[in-house]
């Protein structure tokens, strides 16, 4: 007798639908096959649910086939995001009726109230440290990361010598994924100036 063996043909996954908006709905991945119409089991970061709530999502694409066998992998960048929806994602609803959510509420202690650690992206139930400003070559400088997508609140930085009149630092993106900034403030220090501080300011937009 003769035993034959034929192993599986390969095939391939392409993914689509990796960029999505926030809108309290699941994001569900796009996969095509080539042959065409082979099925495909899609994981998110490790689990077949597919994700409601910003952030980056690893994605990896299984083909499920007698005949045909591929893989395929990419992320899945979900962003924006409102205040109530925020709201929602990080506090009970218990935690809300007693006001634990609202935009002035400091809920951890760290000093930083809800609405910075939204602008932010931080954790509201957990120490944040404020990135500190740092001086080189005669400048001011801060560096800090946001999340992209949050028109309703607007981030300033300013500057002090005195830690009482405040003046406006320029801020540039000096990096980009889909879903964080890197931000930059850089002001010129007066070469008589001894001492001057920064400061990072949020407000809502209406």
Not at 69 to 98: D, H, P, R
Not at 190 to 202: G, I
């Amino acid at each position: 007798d003769i035993s034959v063996t034929v192993g599986k043909a390969s095939a391939t996954v392409a993914l689509g639908n990796l960029t999505a908006t926030y809108d309290g709905t699941a994001k569900v991945v796009s996969a095509s096959t080539t042959p065409s119409g082979l099925a495909v089991a899609l994981t998110y970061n490790g689990t077949s649910t597919a994700p409601v709530n910003a952030g980056s999502y690893a994605v990896d694409a299984v083909i499920v086939d007698l005949n045909y066998v591929g893989t395929s992998s990419g992320e899945l960048a979900i962003i924006g995001m409102n205040y109530l929806s925020w709201q929602e994602q990080e506090f009970s609803s218990v935690q809300i009726l007693a006001s634990d959510a609202a935009v002035a509420a400091d809920p951890d202690g760290d000093g930083l109230v809800n609405l910075v650690e939204y602008g932010l992206g931080s954790n509201p139930h957990g120490f944040t440290r404020l990135p500190p400003p740092a001086v080189d070559a005669g400048f001011l400088s801060m560096t800090f990361d946001r999340p992209v997508g949050r028109p309703d609140v607007i981030c300033h930085v300013e500057a002090s010598s005195d830690l009482k009149t405040w003046a406006p630092v320029p801020a540039d993106v000096i990096a980009q994924t889909a879903t964080t900034q890197t931000v930059r403030a850089r002001i010129e220090r007066p070469a008589d100036q001894r001492r001057m501080f920064m400061r990072l300011k949020f407000q809502q937009n209406p």
